[in-house]
């Protein structure tokens, strides 16, 4: 189905260079150009973005220190030129990978593979490897090992989660036939660092009772984000929804009914003198809610919002809603997105049937107090190294139990995002920030997934305890056109063959099911 394209609402204003033993060499990191047009920017069509800019070779690299060098003279990149420009937070280093020399490190696959050698970087905090053609897939292993920011020591190696297309928008739709998309691995948050090493192995192949390595996509890129500064408020602590970021308070207002569909055209706004057009765009869709500009949605007493609900359903129900408090949900502003990044229009979908809870796969390696961060970090390799329209989850939950508003549009409405691919289409994508695999996903992280559930599902009347039937749009567990019955509160790996969300979260699900649908009064 295709979906529903709003513009804005009515609101007016406005060198990597190797670790040398010998000579340094600088490799130059490519520059993507944006998938998001600015507001001055011509017309063009929904979800479309310009193609990627081509690929710059890098120049040869230098030597680089043996295995067992346990520390590094530092010597600091001049001059590579990335995708940094006035007004934009943040940046990406984009460096083409080379061909491995065979290795002498017996742990490493014998394949021949793609990489780079040590090298110093502009600093960085997540990584991640794209390719050209966002059909083909990364059949092997992608592995990194950084140098934190400042220090000599080098990581042990860490592995960057290879899946491929999993996350992404449904086949056919505007956003994935854009020409902007590429193929890209799980992003890995690593922290502050300025040092990075790389290298990806095919997965062997059994060819008429001959091993050979699988052929790697073509155009490999090591993405290398920096999220950028803070914004000026900082993430309201866990337990303390109702607090605006930053320490400052905000009056609940007064109780509004809630428009799941999009915002209605030529709302009159006063936009703050702080925000761009973009901004202010994107924080207006939900002024219902919290004023223009305003870093945190604060949460709303199960009264208030059963009354909000019950006006927005009176003519067209009449029965007494089941709908959950509404959260405490940090902005788009509160974890400070470039609205100057993503595509400017917003996409909707008729309704919201069924929620997709996922994991990040960025690792667990990060603090509370660092979420707006890896917020951005994932937002920029979403945008300029995928190649998406905007960040692809609906909203984000961190470990201490935070909601944060994920793709513009509106945290009432039913966004189209781009979560699961051939189901994206009337659901809704929420990542759980880490890696739940192996690790047991935080109670609070749960709790939230509950009470956000029980909130946005109640809106369009759905029981987290229920099923749903859903048409797939494609994917490699249900073809194109089939009905599949789901629940409500399902994981990725319902809609798609994957470890998402990961199988100490998933083994969660029926916990926030019963939570959700408690807090919805069932």
Same mark, same amino acid.
């Given at each position: 189905?295709?979906?529903?394209?709003?513009?804005?609402?009515?609101?007016?204003?406005?060198?990597?260079?190797?670790?040398?033993?010998?000579?340094?060499?600088?490799?130059?990191?490519v520059?993507h150009?944006?998938?998001?047009r600015?507001?001055?920017?011509?017309?063009?069509?929904?979800?479309?973005?310009?193609?990627?800019?081509?690929?710059?070779? #890098? !120049?040869?690299? %230098? $030597?680089?220190?043996?295995? *067992?060098?346990?520390?590094d003279?530092? @010597? /600091? =990149?001049?001059?590579?030129?990335?995708?940094?420009?006035?007004?934009?937070?943040?940046?990406?280093?984009?460096?083409?990978?080379?061909?491995?020399?065979?290795?002498?490190?017996?742990?490493a696959a014998?394949?021949?593979?793609?990489?780079l050698?040590?090298?110093t970087?502009?600093?960085?905090?997540l990584?991640?490897?794209?390719?050209?053609?966002?059909?083909?897939?990364?059949?092997?292993?992608?592995?990194?090992?950084?140098?934190?920011a400042?220090?000599?020591r080098?990581?042990?190696?860490?592995?960057?989660?290879?899946?491929?297309?999993?996350? #992404? !928008?449904d086949? %056919? $739709?505007?956003?994935r036939? *854009?020409?902007?998309?590429?193929?890209? @691995? /799980? =992003?890995?948050?690593?922290?502050?660092?300025?040092?990075?090493?790389?290298?990806?192995h095919?997965?062997?192949?059994?060819?008429?009772?001959?091993?050979?390595?699988?052929?790697?996509?073509?155009?490999?890129?090591?993405?290398?984000?920096?999220?950028g500064?803070?914004?000026?408020?900082?993430?309201?602590?866990?337990?303390?929804?109702?607090a605006?970021?930053g320490?400052?308070?905000?009056a609940?207002p007064?109780?509004?009914?809630?428009?799941?569909?999009?915002?209605?055209?030529?709302?009159?706004?006063?936009?703050?003198?702080?925000?761009?057009? #973009?901004?202010?765009?994107a $924080?207006?869709?939900n002024?219902?809610?919290?004023?223009?500009?305003?870093s945190?949605?604060?949460?709303?007493?199960?009264?208030?919002?059963?009354?909000?609900?019950?006006?927005?359903?009176?003519?067209?129900?009449?029965?007494?809603?089941?709908?959950?408090?509404?959260?405490?949900?940090?902005?788009?502003?509160?974890?400070?997105?470039?609205?100057?990044?993503?595509?400017?229009?917003?996409?909707?979908?008729?309704?919201?049937?069924?929620?997709?809870v996922?994991?990040?796969?960025?690792g667990?390696?990060?603090?509370?107090?660092?979420?707006?961060?890896v917020?951005?970090?994932?937002?920029?390799?979403?945008?300029?190294?995928?190649?998406?329209?905007?960040?692809?989850?609906?909203?984000?939950?961190?470990?201490?139990?935070?909601?944060?508003?994920?793709?513009?549009?509106?945290?009432?409405?039913?966004?189209?995002?781009?979560?699961?691919?051939?189901?994206?289409?009337?659901?809704?994508?929420?990542?759980?920030?880490?890696?739940?695999?192996?690790?047991?996903?935080p109670?609070?992280?749960?709790?939230?997934?509950?009470?956000?559930?029980?909130?946005?599902?109640?809106?369009?009347?759905?029981?987290?305890?229920?099923?749903?039937?859903?048409v797939?749009?494609?994917?490699?567990?249900?073809?194109?056109?089939?009905?599949?019955?789901?629940?409500?509160?399902?994981?990725?790996?319902?809609?798609?063959?994957?470890?998402?969300?990961?199988?100490?979260?998933?083994?969660?699900?029926?916990?926030?099911?019963?939570?959700?649908?408690?807090?919805?009064?069932?």
């Open positions: 189905m295709r979906s529903l394209m709003v513009t804005s609402i009515g609101v007016t204003c406005a060198a990597a260079l190797t670790l040398p033993l010998a000579a340094p060499a600088l490799s130059a990191p520059p150009a944006s998938s998001a600015p507001p001055s920017a011509a017309p063009q069509s929904p979800g479309a973005g310009p193609p990627a800019a081509p690929a710059t070779p #890098a !120049a040869p690299a %230098g $030597s680089a220190p043996t295995e *067992s060098t346990p520390t003279s530092r @010597t /600091a =990149p001049a001059g590579e030129p990335d995708d940094r420009s006035a007004g934009v937070a943040g940046s990406t280093q984009s460096l083409p990978l080379e061909r491995l020399a065979a290795s002498s490190d017996r742990s014998p394949a021949p593979g793609r990489g050698d040590r090298r970087t502009r600093p960085f905090s990584v991640g490897v794209v390719w050209d053609d966002a059909e083909a897939e990364l059949h092997g292993t992608v592995q990194v090992r950084t140098r934190a400042g220090g000599e080098w990581s042990d190696w860490q592995d960057v989660e290879t899946h491929n297309d999993e996350h #992404a !928008a086949l %056919g $739709s505007d956003e036939a *854009s020409g902007a998309v590429r193929g890209s @691995t /799980a =992003p890995l948050w690593v922290g502050a660092s300025d040092g990075v090493e790389v290298r990806v095919p997965e062997a192949a059994d060819e008429e009772g001959r091993s050979i390595a699988v052929r790697l996509p073509e155009g490999l890129r090591l993405e290398l984000v920096d999220p500064p803070d914004p000026a408020t900082e993430s309201a602590p866990a337990g303390q929804a109702g605006v970021p320490g400052q308070t905000s609940t007064a109780s509004l009914p809630v428009r799941p569909g999009p915002p209605p055209a030529g709302t009159a706004a006063v936009v703050p003198e702080t925000l761009t057009a #973009a901004s202010a765009a $924080s207006a869709v002024a219902e809610f919290a004023p223009l500009g305003a945190l949605i604060p949460a709303m007493t199960q009264a208030e919002t059963a009354e909000a609900a019950a006006e927005a359903a009176e003519e067209a129900v009449g029965a007494k809603p089941y709908i959950g408090p509404r959260p405490g949900i940090i902005t788009r502003k509160g974890w400070g997105a470039d609205e100057k990044l993503r595509e400017r229009n917003f996409a909707y979908t008729k309704t919201v049937k069924a929620a997709f996922h994991h990040s796969a960025t667990n390696n990060y603090t509370c107090k660092q979420a707006p961060s917020l951005r970090s994932i937002y920029r390799y979403h945008v300029k190294s995928s190649g998406w329209r905007d960040f692809g989850y609906n909203f984000a939950v961190d470990k201490c139990g935070n909601i944060y508003e994920g793709r513009a549009g509106g945290v009432s409405r039913a966004v189209l995002g781009a979560h699961t691919l051939g189901f994206n289409t009337n659901t809704m994508g929420i990542a759980v920030l880490g890696s739940y695999s192996s690790t047991n996903p109670a609070a992280a749960v709790t939230a997934v509950a009470k956000l559930t029980a909130w946005k599902l109640g809106l369009f009347g759905r029981n987290p305890k229920g099923k749903v039937t859903l797939s749009g494609g994917s490699n567990k249900y073809a194109k056109g089939k009905k599949v019955k789901m629940n409500v509160i399902s994981g990725h790996r319902d809609g798609f063959a994957t470890e998402c969300p990961g199988a100490r979260l998933y083994k969660k699900l029926g916990t926030a099911r019963t939570s959700s649908a408690h807090l919805q009064g069932r």
